[in-house]
C-alpha cells in the first residue's frame, strides 16, 4: 500500500462535481496568468540569465587566483550558484516550454541545451512527458525512485532494498550522471524489457553531450589557469558536485516527503482534466523559504503549482500558490508544503524507513483522499 | 576567425552558444545572429514611418527589390516580419533605409509606427529574394506598384538613377490619395532630375482615375513590350497586370512579388478549409479537430507524448493560416510558428510542415 495523503478527519472524499469545479478553477487560474504575460516576466528572464552568465564568468576569473583559498571558495560559490541557475530556473523551465511563448529562438524548448551532462533532448522525454504526464503513477512514472529506490510503500521489499539510503546518497553526490542515464532505463534493460540497440543513439547522445561538458569543466578551463591546473579542476569538480547536491535534494522534496499520495494504473485509466489536476496536486509538495531560495530552486520549491502548470513561467508560481492553496482549502484538500529542513528530513525518513522489510515498519494506512469518478464512481487513491 | 569561435562554443562557452554572452555586453555586438540599431526614425507620409537601420558588421547588402526580415519584441514577444529595404543598393554608409506602412491588424507596423525611436535594437536577417534587378540591367524598365508596395521598385528606381541608368523607365505608382505615397518628393525630383525617367501616380479612390489597364499603359510607355516590368502590390493590381502581360504574351518579362497582407482575423468557429501537411505532401478537410488528431486521421505519425499540451512533445511548424489553441481559444495567424498540434486547430486553411 501507498503512503497516503492524510487528513485529520480520516479519508476526504471528492464527488465528481467537486472535482469538475477544481478543474474549471484552476483552468480559469491558468487563462489568468496566460493572458497576462509580457514584457515583466520576459525582463524577469533575462534578469537571471544576465546574474547567471555573470556569476559563470566571474567564477572561472576568480580562479586565477585560486591559490589564495578565499578566492578558490568564492570561484567555487560563484561557479556552483551559476550551474544551479542553469539547471533550474533557466535549463529545466526553458526546456518545459515556460518561455516558448516569447518566440526566442534561444529560449525555446526544442533548442536549449543546458550545462550538466544529461543531453536536453533525451531529459524532456523523460521528464516533460513520462514524468510530467503520468506523475505519481506506479510503473508508469519513472521519477518514482529512478528505477534504484524505493520511495513508496508500494514498492515491493527485497533484501538489496537495504541499501536504499545509500543508493540515495551515491544518487544524490552522482546526480547528473544519474538524470543523464534517467532515459536510458537501465533496470529495463537488466530485466530484458529493453535491448541494447534501443539504448544505442541515447548512450551516442550522452556521450557526445558529457564529453564536452568533461572537456570543458576538467580539461581545458583547468589548462587555461596554467599552474593551477589542479586547484581549477578540484574547484569545478566541487562546483559541479555542490550542484548536485543541492537539485537532487530540491527535487525530492518535490514528490517523496510524507504526505504525498502515488497512484496504481488502474485509478488514473480515462482521467478528466479535474482528475489530472487532483492527481498532480495529491502528488507534489511544496517547500517553505525565501524568494531567493525560490529562484535558486527553479521555483521547484512550488512543485504543486509547477505540476499543475508546467508549461507556464516559473515565476508566476509565488503568486499563483495562495490560489491555489486557497482552492485546497475550500474543498479540504491537503496542501502539502514546509520549510526545507521538514521536507527534506521527511525524505530521508522515508529512505531509512522503505530499506526495511514492511512487517518491521508501520504502514501509512489509508488514502487520504478519494476521488469519485465519473461513471462507475471508482475510487482513486486506495 | 570562424573557426576560432567554433572553438571557443565548443570548449568554453557549450552548451551555450559565445553569442548567448556577447549579447549581454551590447546586443549588437553577436557574431552568428546579426542585430541592427535604428538610427533615423521619420513619420512623412500619413500612417508611414521611415526608418534608418544600422546593421552589425556582418551586413552585405541587398540588392535593390530584395527584402530583410527583422524582429521586434513587443509584449514580451518577438515578431517577425519581411521589409523590402526603399533605399538604393550599394549604400556607402552601409545603412539600410525601411519605409512601412501602419496596417489596421498590422501588429508590427503599428508598433513601428507608433515606437520606433533613435537606438532601438531589432533582429536582421541578410537580405533575400529573387525579386530584384539583374545585375546586367535591362534595356528598359517598367515599375508598377500599389500601396506598400512601393517599397521594392522605389529601391530599383533609386539604384537606376543613382547609375545614372540610361534606358527608359516607368514608374506607375497606385494609392489612396497623394498623402499616403510615401517619398512622393523624392520621386518626383527624381522624375524632374533625369528626363528618361517618368513618374506616374494613380489615385482611382478619390480622382476618377482608372484602375491599371492595357490603354493606360500603352499611353504612358508604348515601350512597354521592350522592357522589363517589376510588380508589386495588393492581389487587384496584380492581377489586372498579369492579365494585360499575358494576353501581350509578355508573361515572361513579368516579374512580380507577392504582396502580403496580414491575415485578417477569422471566425474560429469556422472548421472550413483545406490542412496541408507539407512535409508528407497530404491534404485533407479540416475537420474542426485539433492537428494532431488530423494528422493521424490522415495516416500521418507524428511525434507526440501527453496529447493534453504539457509536454511540447508534439510541437511542429505551422507554415501559413490562422490556427486555435484549443486551451485558451487564442487565435495564431503568424506564418512560421511553432505551435503544439495536440492543443491546436486549424481555422480554415493551414499548411502544417508535418
Ligand atoms: S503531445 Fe504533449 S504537448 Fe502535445
Known amino acids: 500500500m501507498a503512503i497516503l495523503t492524510e487528513t485529520p478527519e480520516g479519508p476526504l472524499v471528492l464527488s465528481v462535481e467537486q472535482v469538475e469545479e477544481i478543474g474549471r478553477e484552476l483552468d480559469a487560474l491558468r487563462a489568468r496568468v496566460t493572458a497576462d504575460l509580457g514584457d515583466r516576466d520576459r525582463e524577469y528572464i533575462y534578469r537571471v540569465i544576465k546574474a547567471q552568465r555573470g556569476l559563470e564568468i566571474a567564477g572561472r576569473g576568480l580562479l586565477y587566483l585560486g591559490f589564495l583559498p578565499p578566492f578558490w571558495l568564492a570561484g567555487v560559490a560563484a561557479l556552483s550558484v551559476s550551474k544551479i541557475l542553469d539547471n533550474m530556473e533557466i535549463g529545466h523551465n526553458v526546456m518545459h516550454g515556460q518561455w516558448d511563448w516569447m518566440r526566442e529562438p534561444t529560449l525555446n524548448s526544442r533548442v536549449f541545451e543546458w550545462d550538466t551532462v544529461c543531453p536536453a533532448d533525451q531529459w524532456r522525454h523523460s521528464h516533460n512527458y513520462m514524468h510530467h504526464t503520468y506523475t505519481n503513477i506506479l510503473d508508469m512514472d519513472r521519477d518514482i525512485g529512478y528505477g534504484i529506490l524505493r520511495v513508496d510503500e508500494a514498492q515491493p521489499w527485497n533484501p538489496l532494498r537495504l541499501g536504499n539510503p545509500l543508493y540515495a546518497f551515491m544518487l544524490m553526490v552522482a546526480f547528473e550522471w544519474g538524470v543523464m542515464g534517467h532515459d536510458l532505463e537501465v533496470e529495463n534493460i537488466v530485466r530484458g524489457k529493453k535491448s ?63 504526505g504525498v499520495q502515488t497512484f496504481t494504473k488502474e485509478e488514473c485509466a480515462e482521467e478528466t482534466q479535474g482528475e489530472w489536476y487532483v492527481r498532480q496536486m495529491l502528488g507534489s509538495a511544496n517547500i517553505q ?36 492553496r486557497a482552492l ?32 518491521l515498519v508501520k504502514n501509512s494506512g489509508e488514502a487520504g483522499v478519494i476521488v469519485m469518478r465519473q461513471g462507475q464512481a471508482s475510487e482513486v487513491g486506495v | 576567425m570562424v573557426g576560432l569561435l567554433d572553438l571557443v562554443q565548443k570548449t568554453m562557452t557549450t552548451p551555450h552558444p559565445l553569442d548567448r554572452y556577447l549579447e549581454l555586453v551590447r546586443p549588437t555586438l553577436t557574431r552568428r545572429s546579426m542585430r541592427a540599431e535604428i538610427t533615423h526614425v521619420r513619420r512623412s507620409a500619413v500612417g508611414s514611418v521611415t526608418l534608418t537601420l544600422k546593421p552589425a558588421r556582418q551586413w552585405s547588402g541587398h540588392v535593390a527589390g530584395q527584402y530583410v526580415q527583422i524582429g521586434v519584441v513587443i509584449d514580451g514577444v518577438r515578431h517577425t516580419r519581411c521589409y523590402s529595404p526603399v533605399n538604393a543598393e550599394g549604400r556607402r554608409d552601409r545603412h539600410i533605409e525601411l519605409t512601412i506602412k501602419a496596417h489596421p491588424h498590422g501588429l508590427v507596423s503599428n508598433h513601428l509606427h507608433d515606437n520606433a525611436i533613435p537606438g532601438m535594437v531589432v533582429d536582421l536577417e541578410p537580405a533575400a529574394g529573387v525579386f530584384h534587378l539583374p545585375a546586367s540591367r535591362p534595356e528598359s524598365v517598367v515599375l508598377i506598384s500599389g500601396g506598400s508596395g512601393i517599397t521594392p521598385v522605389l529601391s530599383m528606381l533609386r539604384t537606376l538613377a543613382n547609375e545614372s541608368y540610361r534606358g527608359r523607365i516607368l514608374f506607375l505608382h497606385y494609392n489612396r490619395s497623394p498623402e499616403f505615397v510615401a517619398h512622393r518628393e523624392e520621386l518626383e525630383a527624381i522624375a524632374m532630375q533625369h528626363s528618361n525617367v517618368r513618374v506616374e501616380f494613380r489615385y482611382p479612390e478619390t480622382q476618377r482615375d482608372a484602375g491599371f489597364g492595357y490603354d493606360e499603359l500603352e499611353a504612358l510607355a508604348p515601350w512597354f513590350a521592350d522592357a522589363q516590368t517589376y510588380l508589386c502590390g495588393p492581389p487587384g493590381l496584380m492581377a489586372a497586370v498579369r492579365t494585360v502581360y499575358e494576353a501581350e504574351q509578355l508573361g515572361p518579362r513579368l516579374h512580380s512579388e507577392e504582396f502580403t497582407l496580414t491575415t485578417a482575423v477569422v471566425d474560429p468557429a469556422d472548421a472550413e478549409g483545406k490542412v496541408t501537411f507539407s512535409g508528407s505532401g497530404v491534404v485533407a478537410e479540416n475537420t474542426g479537430e485539433s492537428l494532431l488528431e ?22 511542429a511548424v505551422k507554415r501559413s493560416g490562422c490556427t486555435r489553441n484549443l486551451r485558451t481559444g487564442e487565435l495564431d495567424s503568424d506564418p512560421d510558428q511553432q505551435i503544439q498540434i495536440c492543443i491546436s486547430a486549424p481555422v480554415g486553411d493551414v499548411d502544417i510542415a508535418l
Open chain 1, 328 to 359: 485546497c482549502e475550500k474543498h479540504g484538500l491537503p496542501y502539502n508544503t514546509g520549510g526545507f529542513a521538514k521536507q527534506i528530513g521527511s525524505v530521508w525518513g522515508k529512505l531509512f524507513k522503505l530499506a526495511l522489510p514492511p512487517f
Open chain 1, 196 to 258: 541494447w540497440a534501443d539504448v544505442k543513439t541515447l548512450l551516442k547522445g550522452q556521450s557526445r553531450k558529457a564529453g564536452r561538458q568533461v572537456l570543458k569543466d576538467y580539461v581545458v578551463f583547468p589548462a587555461l589557469t596554467g599552474p593551477l591546473f589542479l586547484s581549477t579542476l578540484a574547484a569545478n569538480f566541487t562546483a559541479n558536485i555542490v550542484r548536485n547536491l543541492w537539485t537532487f535534494s530540491i527535487i525530492f522534496c518535490g514528490h517523496f516527503p510524507s
Open chain 2, 294 to 315: 488530423q494528422a493521424e486521421a490522415a495516416g500521418l505519425t507524428p511525434e507526440y507524448g501527453c496529447r493534453m499540451g504539457i509536454c511540447f512533445s508534439c510541437t
Open chain 1, 289 to 324: 523559504g525565501s524568494k531567493l531560495f525560490h529562484v535558486m530552486s527553479g521555483n521547484l520549491s512550488h512543485q504543486i503549482e509547477h505540476h499543475l502548470f508546467p508549461d507556464l513561467p516559473a515565476n508566476r508560481y509565488p503568486e499563483m500558490a495562495p490560489e491555489v
